[in-house]
């Protein structure tokens, strides 16, 4: 994890110091087992408890206004901060139900756990198929709203190549394809963690994205996207998923990273 999370900051914060990166990549795998312990909590609580642990929202304006253009709101939710206790919340803000992209695990159990856990507040389950993009369309046509966590690595044929802090990044192109299709409108979303007296809590964040990201063409619009992740990762960088192998898949004749 240590020597991921290293190799990830070398590439995209080139212009930090060896000092500050490794003091970066300790505060990120702190936050990321964070995150681990507090999943249990999250997914087993009342929603209203795990709710109460919110803080702060800022930004709610951004969503509301989106939601009241009528055509679909994309709630573009990069891996920053308890990405679960905002889908919770996406919820329980008063902008109605939302539906959000789920990957099945291969445990059964699990599976009906996550699933539980997931849509306690209302938020209703798609899965990542042919079957679920459809769902998408028809919800965002409805004027509702679709969450999804747009900084996983695609399957080949779901993503292109895009910048990402300058590194190609195998990058999911569903986002970008659901707006055009629907005009939905797009806004950023995460839930950004603070201690007090010990004890972690909670800010809301919602953010505009990058204005290019409704670009008819596909390539600039997927820069875009990354671009905005950037930008919401600069709330608070030690709180990104930098474990992740994000670079995992790279173009034809490039070396692997990891």
């Known amino acids: 994890m240590a020597i991921t999370t290293l190799t990830n900051l070398a590439l995209c914060f080139p212009q930090l110091g060896e000092k500050y990166r490794t003091q970066l990549a300790r505060l990120s795998i702190l936050q990321t087992f964070q995150?681990?312990?507090e999943t249990g909590a999250v997914w087993l609580w009342p929603a209203q408890k795990t709710l109460s642990l919110i803080k702060e929202v800022e930004g709610l304006e951004l969503l509301q206004s989106a939601k009241a253009a009528g055509k679909g709101v994309l709630v573009l939710v990069?891996?920053?901060?308890?990405w679960e206790i905002f889908g919770l919340y996406l919820n329980a803000c008063g902008c109605g139900q939302s539906s959000q992209l789920f990957k099945e695990p291969a445990s059964k159990q699990l599976n009906d756990l996550i699933y539980r856990a997931r849509s306690r507040a209302g938020a209703k389950m798609v899965?990542?198929?042919?079957k679920g993009v459809a769902v998408l369309l028809q919800t965002l046509r409805r004027g509702e709203i679709v969450a999804i966590l747009p900084d996983q690595v695609p399957p080949d044929s779901g993503g292109?190549?895009?910048?990402?802090?300058?590194?190609p990044a195998l990058t999911m192109t569903l986002l970008n394809k659901l707006q055009q299709k629907t005009g939905a409108q797009i806004v950023v979303g995460f839930a950004i963690r603070s201690f007090n007296k010990g004890k972690p809590e909670?800010?809301?964040?919602?953010?505009?994205?990058?204005?290019k990201i409704y670009?008819?063409?596909?390539?600039?619009?997927?820069a875009a996207?990354?671009?905005?992740?950037?930008?919401?990762?600069?709330?608070?960088?030690?709180q990104y998923q930098w474990e992740y192998k994000r670079f995992k898949r790279r173009p034809i004749g490039e070396a692997e990273i990891y």
Request: glycine share 8%.
């Open 35 to 37: 995150t681990i312990i």
């Open 78 to 82: 990069p891996h920053i901060g308890n």
């Open 127 to 130: 899965a990542t198929n042919h």
């Open 160 to 167: 292109l190549f895009a910048p990402f802090y300058g590194i």
């Open 202 to 211: 909670f800010t809301i964040k919602f953010q505009s994205p990058d204005p």
């Open 215 to 222: 670009a008819g063409h596909i390539t600039e619009g997927l």
């Open 225 to 238: 996207m990354n671009r905005t992740i950037e930008q919401a990762i600069s709330a608070a960088p030690a």
